[in-house]
């Protein structure tokens, strides 16, 4: 396939993905409510502890968006495999003759799209309701940690998605996937309050770098340039592991007759 | 609906393989694996394809005809490389469905029957145009292509309409559109006519010649047989995963040619009056359907219309309705095949394989 054929498919997907998951009712619940309920209780939890309106309450809520950015993310790539299991369509996109790891990648700019709302509704919640500045260390910085965090988050997503295609009840391994990421990478409680044997596991899960990409732009010392190419090399190399995990599971699919199972 | 088929310009194939068969199908055999049991459980092989071994021409409507669980749907998969073969080998359009599975992909349209396959929350348009890019239609072409197999199909003026306010018949003719979008070679459909009423299966059937007529190859799987009569070149008839007949629908005909249909109408008939039929060696098969407050028994004998008084004596009590014989149709060479082939062989198989 030509890069311009690639570009194009991939393009397409994501926007037929957009639109399929803003038909889901399900799905425009979880993706326009979970992160301000996520950001209020955010919010709540820093005031009480004695927090004040500054820098780091837009740390925090920003964490918070993206706790429910990461929701959107499993729902929107590893929901959507489960749901075309469900409508008979995976066997017809697999099937395809375009290369289904960049079908694959498109349903992930598709969550990915939809979550980075997720993060702009922070911090409009935060602003309106709580009085939130939108004050950063490195402010022009920024939108570039939240671009890189989102990409972090999405390409974890896709990484655990190719299970999806393989077993119909992945699904519910991937929901149980959603606190522990959430703990693991940051987003939940900084890392550096988890036991020592967790870090390695943390640092090798993108989310932990997007999330330290954030502190960095809003609280840090220096611009968090480290963390914002860590997210896109190990998003790099999460495709690359997702593409040839694919090979596998899409043999093993056609060995096994599952791809027709609901 | 019309039906013309839109022919645009498309793929660099080949028009027919070097080997002169468009689909060809060496001792295919395909076994699933399932467990039974919980605490217990235990492994069984099911085979669902026992060594199939068919050729299919360019151009030709050929057709797999049987009963449900025949086998029909895993050898469409496996042609279409959605499963792999247990062993054996396949060919479509010269290429391998096992090793050249994007070339196979590029050269075939596969359509099933029934609802599912489709993105019912978006429109059909947003369906074929998302179809369209997966199978890389060269976008120049994709507009007036989706429009001539929207014309094809009936779906002219619809095609902005949700999916899931379609009818069967208009979903099941969207499914042919896209099965058609790359302008394949070949074409599956796997029971397109399922569930659809008389009328809708009527154009479905008239939009599958159009297929043929347009130079389309096309492999039909289905279980009515009046259809595959009506349509099919060439007709197998599968039953328990092989392969039991191979031939026009004259040839299938022409194996009970020298039988007579004895159609005995009967009220509240008993299994042991249909068995005591089985049973009698001048009876070569007997099927039932029921009616709604009768059941028909079709009795196939090599007797000719003699026999009909001592199959009245056979059932004895039954009270007894309308009483016809006639020459075999299709149908009666289909129930004489399945019943005579496959059954007790699958089950020796199936219990045999369990370990």
């Known amino acids: 396939m030509s890069a311009s054929r690639v570009i194009r498919l991939v393009w397409f997907v994501t926007w037929f993905n957009v639109r399929m998951l803003l038909a889901s009712e399900f799905f425009i619940l979880t993706t326009f409510i979970s992160p301000l309920i996520f950001a209020t209780l955010a919010f709540f939890l820093f005031q009480s502890g004695g927090g004040t309106a500054g820098q780091t309450l837009l740390y925090v809520a920003l964490g918070a968006g993206m706790m429910g950015v990461w929701s959107t993310t499993l729902f929107g790539c590893g929901g959507a495999i489960a749901w075309q299991r469900w409508e008979g369509t995976l066997e017809l996109l697999v099937s395809a003759p375009s290369r289904y790891d960049f079908i694959l990648v498109g349903q992930t700019f598709g969550a990915v799209v939809l979550g980075f709302y997720g993060i702009v509704a922070t911090l409009a919640w935060g602003v309106l309701l709580f009085g939130m500045p939108i004050e950063a260390t490195f402010p022009l910085v920024l939108p570039l940690s939240l671009l890189a965090a989102i990409v972090s988050l999405g390409s974890l997503g896709m990484l655990i998605a190719t299970t999806f295609v393989l077993y119909r009840h992945a699904n519910a391994l991937g929901n149980l996937l959603e606190y522990p990421i959430w703990l693991i990478t940051g987003l939940l409680v900084p890392i550096s309050v988890l036991p020592l044997w967790i870090k390695p596991i943390s640092y090798l899960l993108a989310p932990t770098w997007g999330m330290e990409a954030i502190r960095g732009a809003t609280i840090g010392a220096e611009p968090p340039l480290l963390a914002i190419a860590m997210c896109f090399i190990l998003a790099c190399a999460y495709y690359v592991a997702a593409r040839y995990t694919l090979v596998f599971v899409l043999d093993k699919a056609r060995r096994d007759a599952t791809l027709a199972l609901q | ?342 059954d007790d062989e699958a089950r020796a198989a199936r219990a045999a394989s369990v370990q």
């Open chain 2, 1 to 342: 609906m019309t039906t013309t088929l839109p022919r645009p310009a498309m793929p660099s194939a080949p028009v027919a393989p070097a080997d002169g068969h468009a689909i060809e199908a060496v001792d295919l055999v395909r076994t699933y694996h399932t467990h039974l049991g919980v605490l217990r459980r235990r492994k069984i092989e099911v085979p669902a394809v026992r060594g199939i071994s068919f050729a299919v021409r360019p151009g030709e409507l050929f057709g797999l005809l049987g009963p449900n669980g025949a086998g029909k749907t895993t050898t469409i998969k496996m042609l279409i490389t959605l499963l792999l073969p247990t062993s054996g080998t396949a060919r479509v359009m010269g290429y391998d469905v096992v090793r050249d599975t994007t070339e196979v992909r590029k050269r075939i349209g596969y359509v099933f029957g029934g609802d599912r396959g489709l993105y019912d929350r978006v429109s059909a348009l947003d369906n074929l145009r998302y179809f369209a890019e997966l199978y890389g239609v060269d976008p120049d072409v994709q507009r007036t292509r989706i429009g001539a197999l929207l014309e094809m199909v009936g779906l002219t003026g619809r095609e902005k309409e949700k999916v899931e306010g379609y009818s069967r018949g208009m979903r099941q003719r969207l499914h042919i559109a896209r099965g058609l979008l790359h302008d394949p070679e070949v074409v599956f459909l796997d029971e397109p006519s399922i569930g659809l009423d008389p009328v809708g299966a009527r154009e479905l059937r008239q939009t599958v010649q159009s297929l043929v007529d347009a130079g389309k190859t096309v492999l039909l799987t289905t279980h009515y047989m009046f259809e595959a009569d009506a349509l099919c070149d060439r007709i197998a008839v599968i039953n328990a995963g092989r392969i039991v007949a191979l031939g026009t629908g004259s040839d299938l005909k022409g194996a009970i040619a020298n039988r007579t249909i004895v159609e005995i109408e009967t009220f509240g008939v008993t299994d042991e009056a249909v068995g005591r039929l089985r049973a009698d060696p001048e009876v070569g098969a007997v099927n039932t359907e029921e009616r709604d407050q009768s059941q028909i028994l079709l009795v196939q004998s090599e007797r000719g219309a003699h026999i009909t008084q001592r199959l009245l004596g056979l059932l004895g009590e039954t009270r007894i309705g309308k009483v016809v014989a006639r020459e075999p149709t299709l149908e009666d060479a289909y129930v004489h095949l399945i019943a005579t082939t496959g």
